[in-house]
């Protein structure tokens, strides 16, 4: 069944994964394409959204918020870059960078679910650990793309 993001297609015999999403997406050639860069969760002051700073001058990050505001600031690029006609549902694939994946895993999945409940209407998905990140204050970092029909 087609949805905005394309036709998952879920093998029959593969393993579920821990998270939802299918194990490709289809899409129509009639679509315009957007190529997400790497979004964390920075607002725009500058300021990280999941990173609290302690009197200590060290950092508590929550890797669950940043998530939740990172797939909050892709939907406001991709309404952004197609003038509303597109959000997280366009979305067909998407590389999602941890910094820890042992840690971090599991909260991050937990964001993602939220907003794909369903593996059939989810985008395609790799998820990496990395050595680091642009800033100290990022867990995680996700990078997609995203189809509209014109």
């Given at each position: 069944?087609?949805?905005?993001?394309?036709?998952?297609?879920?093998?029959?015999?593969?393993?579920?994964?821990?998270?939802?999403?299918?194990?490709?997406?289809?899409?129509?050639?009639?679509?315009?394409?957007?190529?997400?860069?790497?979004?964390?969760?920075?607002?725009?002051?500058?300021?990280f959204?999941?990173?609290?700073?302690?009197?200590d001058?060290?950092?508590?990050?929550?890797?669950?918020?940043?998530?939740?505001?990172?797939l909050?600031?892709?939907?406001?690029?991709?309404?952004?870059?197609?003038?509303?006609?597109?959000?997280l549902?366009?979305?067909?694939?998407?590389?999602?960078?941890?910094?820890?994946?042992?840690?971090?895993?599991?909260?991050?999945?937990?964001?993602?679910?939220?907003?794909?409940?369903?593996?059939?209407?989810?985008?395609?998905?790799t998820?990496?650990?990395?050595?680091?990140?642009?800033?100290?204050?990022?867990?995680?970092?996700?990078?997609?793309?995203?189809?509209?029909?014109?």
């Open positions: 069944m087609a949805t905005p993001n394309g036709t998952s297609f879920i093998l029959e015999s593969g393993a579920q994964g821990l998270a939802n999403y299918p194990h490709a997406r289809t899409i129509a050639s009639t679509t315009k394409t957007i190529f997400v860069s790497g979004i964390s969760s920075r607002r725009a002051d500058g300021t959204e999941g990173c609290e700073t302690k009197s001058g060290t950092y508590e990050l929550d890797c669950g918020a940043q998530t939740a505001a990172v909050r600031n892709i939907e406001t690029v991709i309404r952004g870059a197609t003038k509303g006609m597109g959000g549902e366009n979305v067909v694939d998407a590389t999602v960078f941890l910094m820890d994946i042992r840690r971090d895993y599991a909260a991050m999945n937990a964001e993602w679910n939220k907003i794909w409940p369903d593996r059939s209407k989810a985008p395609a998905r998820c990496v650990q990395v050595a680091a990140l642009p800033n100290e204050k990022i867990l995680v970092e996700i990078k997609c793309q995203a189809v509209v029909s014109e």
